[in-house]
């Protein structure tokens, strides 16, 4: 089964490389689309926080594999499968972050915490509502601090 | 640009048809397409819930557009854009939602809060960790409410 897509928006911002870490300070901006109508935004100002879905085209396909490696390539972290991870290095090279929205422009948003580089392609936003959140605590290995632990910086 | 994804694994669960509620009692089987192997989920034990990004194959090509239309076309509801909503008919019929890790036995998960049909191809599944939830409160309009009534009943 193959599936064909097309982005629905891209983003623009300061990073224009691939980098793990400091995301913190990045501001972006998506923009929608030619193809895609300006009044698909109406209403999303109303929402504090939108679900970005991106496509991390700058990955090689030979890396854009189901993987069971260390995370970053640190040995001191156990083996761990693809799924388990949130790295970039993924079949269908698939992004998603949740972000501030700040503005919105006509075409345009203006977000917060988006840890896609520049010219990255969108293709889909959701708005986050409380209902899809989480149920109960998360619970998360103790290896995630090592990774996470200059991302938001 | 044209993007081209495979499935990486498919839903099972008794919801056949396509519908709008009560997705709470569902409870899913996500397992692994044929050609992606078992280690890939190694490790994911150890985290409580998932995101889970799939493709709603069963929308038909001409609802899945970008739309500025009533939620469940209600008239009560305020006109609103597709990326202000997270229903079905929108531009590359993409899913996403954060589901409850129940088991994993090899090459398949059993998880809870998945409200994807039977089959639905599966395009992504990304660990939760506490540092990508939303940052500051989640704000979100009034009609939320009406459209999440009985979703998870």
């Known amino acids: 089964m193959?599936?064909?897509?097309t982005p629905i928006a891209y983003v623009k911002n300061d990073r224009k490389e691939v980098?793990?870490?400091?995301?913190?300070?990045?501001?972006?901006?998506?923009t929608l689309?030619?193809?895609i109508i300006e009044e698909t935004f109406d209403g999303?100002?109303?929402?504090?926080?939108l679900?970005?879905?991106?496509?991390?085209?700058?990955?090689?396909?030979?890396?854009?594999?189901?993987?069971?490696?260390h995370p970053r390539n640190n040995p001191d972290l156990p083996k761990l499968g693809t799924?388990?991870?949130r790295n970039k290095n993924?079949?269908?090279?698939?992004?998603?972050?949740?972000?501030e929205l700040l503005e919105r422009n006509g075409r345009t948003l203006k977000v917060k915490r988006l840890d896609a580089i520049d010219g990255t392609p969108i293709l889909d936003i959701?708005?986050?509502?409380?209902e899809f959140e989480p149920k109960g605590d998360i619970r998360q290995p103790a290896w995630t601090q090592v990774i996470m632990k200059n991302y938001w910086k």
Chains 1, 2 share one sequence.
């Open 51 to 69: 679900e970005v879905i991106f496509y991390m085209d700058k990955v090689s396909d030979e890396k854009a594999k189901a993987q069971h490696r």
């Open 126 to 130: 959701k708005p986050v509502m409380r």
């Open 90 to 99: 993924r079949p269908n090279k698939i992004g998603l972050t949740t972000v």
């Open 19 to 30: 980098a793990d870490d400091h995301w913190e300070a990045i501001i972006s901006e998506i």
């Open 83 to 85: 799924f388990a991870q």
């Open 44 to 49: 999303i100002e109303a929402f504090s926080h």
């Open 2 to 5: 193959k599936i064909e897509l």
């Open 33 to 35: 689309a030619e193809n």
